[in-house]
């Protein structure tokens, strides 16, 4: 039973103990039925706005994976059959995983894509880490 129907069983209620509406307890529950009335209004409006909010949050999620699918599909794989060798470090400052390439071995510089920062590195500890393997 909703709060409508609560609220009409309320009314046969007090209908029912034949209470005179001129008298000063027939006015008060006259009055406290009115509010009550019309709250069970307000929360039925409510209720089909937060389900329309949600039918619409569910539609925009659907679109946002599909978005995210077809932007970062593409860049968290790298291509297996390509030859040139991939590098992998550790953001200091995030700390998140980051991969490039040789090209940007030759400026000695990455620019982390998650917070921005700029890792500078020298050549010759990366061919040093390579030895030690």
Known sequence: MGVSEKVA??????????????????????????????????????????????DGLD??????????ELVYDDEDEFDEDDDEPVYMTTCPDCEEEIYFDETYLEDGTVVCPNCGATLEFDVADIDAGEDDE
């Open 9 to 54: 069983y309320l009314k046969g209620l007090i209908e029912g103990l034949k209470i005179d509406e001129d008298s000063d307890y027939g006015k008060v529950f006259k009055a406290i039925v009115d509010v009550l009335d019309e709250v069970a209004l307000e929360i039925e409006d409510l209720t089909d706005e937060v389900m329309e909010v949600g």
């Open 59 to 68: 539609v925009l999620s659907d679109d946002l994976a599909d978005v995210e």
